[in-house]
């Protein structure tokens, strides 16, 4: 009798996975494959993920419409999946850019109203880094060429949807790493910087007397 009893049990289990995966619609899959995702990368690692997991990603931040015809036509042919406003801050100075990122089915772009400042091809990233407290910052690792200026310092409002959209665009999934204290990052022509995290009354982002860029 316990043997039915729990083949019952299963099997009626698995008839009601069944019926509320069916029931699905197309839009709620995706959100489900992507909050997978997320967990992998952020559960227990990063502060703010619970509260992240009632708000649902949104498909893109802008859309196509809200970019330069000019930045269009440049990227012309490459499908865009997602765009959202982000703060880039400077490799040398750290001075604060606004900036666009625009992920598209191949590549990352940063751009400036009708340019673009630099293109991540994601066949060739080799990181992706944030930091373990509540700030949005993501720094992304490009290799060391020519055609790069150096890692991506950016500060996004939606660092969960917006690093996870990264890595499953790029499926680079398993380069995406949580540090604690500090990184270093690429600043071009063979020269690092460091960028420290630290916790205090108001969240801020400067150099400081070091030369460091601080994430308060």
Same mark, same amino acid.
């Given at each position: 009798?316990?043997?039915?009893?729990?083949?019952?049990?299963?099997?009626?289990?698995?008839?009601?996975?069944?019926?509320?995966?069916?029931?699905?619609?197309?839009?709620?899959?995706?959100?489900?494959?992507?909050?997978?995702?997320?967990?992998?990368?952020?559960?227990?690692?990063?502060?703010?993920?619970?509260?992240?997991?009632?708000?649902?990603?949104?498909?893109?931040?802008?859309?196509?419409?809200?970019?330069?015809?000019?930045?269009?036509?440049?990227?012309?042919?490459?499908?865009?999946?997602?765009?959202?406003?982000?703060?880039?801050?400077?490799?040398?100075?750290?001075?604060?850019? =606004?900036?666009?990122? /625009?992920? %598209?089915?191949?590549?990352?772009?940063? $751009?400036?109203?009708? &340019?673009?400042? +630099?293109?991540?091809?994601?066949?060739?990233?080799?990181?992706?880094?944030?930091?373990?407290?509540?700030?949005?910052?993501?720094?992304?690792?490009?290799?060391?060429?020519?055609?790069?200026?150096?890692?991506?310092?950016?500060?996004?409002?939606?660092?969960?949807?917006?690093?996870?959209?990264?890595?499953?665009?790029?499926?680079?999934?398993?380069?995406?790493?949580?540090?604690?204290?500090?990184?270093?990052?690429?600043?071009?022509?063979?020269? =690092?910087?460091?960028? /420290?995290? %630290?916790?205090?009354?108001?969240?801020? $982002?400067?150099?400081? &007397?070091?030369? +460091?860029?601080?994430?308060?």
């Amino acid at each position: 009798l316990m043997q039915t009893s729990e083949m019952l049990r299963k099997i009626c289990t698995r008839n009601l996975v069944r019926k509320y995966c069916r029931g699905l619609t197309a839009e709620r899959k995706v959100q489900l494959q992507q909050k997978v995702v997320t967990s992998a990368v952020f559960s227990g690692k990063k502060e703010g993920y619970l509260e992240s997991l009632s708000q649902p990603f949104l498909e893109t931040r802008l859309k196509e419409n809200d970019l330069n015809p000019k930045v269009l036509q440049l990227i012309r042919g490459e499908n865009i999946k997602y765009v959202t406003p982000v703060i880039k801050y400077d490799r040398n100075g750290f001075k604060a850019r =606004e900036r666009l990122l /625009v992920l %598209t089915q191949s590549s990352a772009y940063v $751009v400036e109203m009708a &340019k673009i400042k +630099q293109k991540i091809e994601y066949s060739t990233l080799k990181g992706i880094s944030t930091s373990n407290l509540s700030d949005g910052i993501v720094v992304i690792h490009v290799p060391e060429d020519n055609k790069q200026k150096g890692d991506v310092i950016l500060q996004c409002e939606h660092i969960f949807e917006t690093v996870t959209k990264l890595c499953i665009l790029a499926n680079k999934q398993s380069l995406v790493k949580v540090v604690k204290g500090s990184l270093r990052f690429r600043v071009g022509s063979g020269k =690092e910087g460091t960028m /420290v995290f %630290t916790v205090g009354p108001e969240p801020q $982002v400067f150099k400081d &007397k070091t030369g +460091q860029l601080t994430v308060v």
